[in-house]
């Protein structure tokens, strides 16, 4: 099994309470060696400014390799290039390039006029500074806007083709998702890493209303697992397990990376990092 990295995604917060919680959150990681750590946007750019101030903050104070995402939402091109300059004399040189998802709460996205109208434009702007480590988006899963069987692969290569130097995918529960997806990329030609991007069940009920909205697929064995330890009290430690199999199963398969969604809930992908052995202190021994 090759030696493994893992990286993190936080999500800016909207109030001083939330600021507490990512601070925390940080505080929690930050020991388990992240490669890097990554900031969002709200749905439609809604949280562009405090991203920009939570990733100041965590470069600055946290001493963390940060990746601040940007997208093609509700912007003209030059302001959405601003905002990446600003990010590059803050010192970030990673950004996640995305298209974003319309800030009306529409299925549809329309480009601003004057605004990049997809991912690749972004990303070959974003590419042609010199400026950035690049980062995409990918879809083990249909996108629900995904218009044949080979689109999510087709706009996957389009994106490193227009500059992107990797991948990290939307989450999965089920492990051949992740590498049947791997092999299509791999057969129409994609050479770039792709990063299984893994969500831990914190909330149940939250889950399933994620994956209603982005179209991923919850194998029955997990949701009749779920259904019984909510009745029984077991979540948490069923969380563990499920999380952990999965993150196992894909470094079985070759997987040298692992990025977490964190919700900025920092337990059970402490948990899970743990279980796995990819905790610097169990090599120190200062963990039992």
């Not at 991923?216 to 909510?230: K, L």
């Not at 337990?267 to 963990?287: C, M, Q, S, W, Y």
Request: proline share 6%; with cysteine; glycine share 8%.
């Amino acid at each position: 099994m090759p030696d493994t990295t893992i990286s993190f995604e936080f999500f800016p917060p909207k109030s001083i309470e939330a600021s507490f919680r990512l601070h925390d959150t940080v505080r929690e990681l930050t020991h388990l060696d992240p490669s890097f750590v990554s900031v969002t946007y709200g749905a439609g750019g809604t949280t562009r400014a405090i991203t920009h101030e939570a990733v100041e903050a965590l470069v600055k104070h946290a001493g963390l390799d940060v990746a601040a995402h940007l997208t093609c939402v509700d912007a003209t091109r030059e302001e959405t290039l601003q905002v990446a300059q600003r990010y590059a004399d803050a010192g970030v040189k990673h950004i996640v390039a995305l298209r974003g998802d319309p800030s009306d709460g529409s299925k549809t996205f329309t480009p601003h006029p004057d605004g990049f109208q997809n991912a690749p434009e972004l990303i070959s702007a974003l590419a042609e500074t010199g400026q950035f480590d690049i980062t995409v988006g990918a879809y083990p899963e249909p996108h629900p806007e995904a218009t044949s069987d080979t689109a999510d692969v087709d706009w996957l290569k389009r994106k490193i083709d227009a500059g992107a130097h990797r991948a990290i995918t939307q989450f999965f529960f089920d492990v051949d998702t992740f590498f049947r997806f791997r092999d299509r990329c791999a057969d129409a030609g994609i050479t770039a890493e792709i990063i299984p991007g893994i969500l831990p069940i914190e909330s149940w009920s939250g889950v399933k209303r994620f994956t209603k909205r982005c179209g991923a697929h919850i194998p029955n064995e997990i949701v009749n697992a779920f259904e019984t330890a909510e009745r029984d009290g077991r979540t948490e430690l069923l969380a563990t397990a499920v999380c952990t199999e999965l993150c196992s199963d894909l470094m079985d398969g070759g997987v040298e990376h692992l990025h977490f969604y964190t919700l900025n809930k920092p337990g059970l992908t402490r948990n899970v990092v743990h279980a796995l052995g990819l905790d610097p202190e169990i090599e120190l021994g200062k963990v039992a």
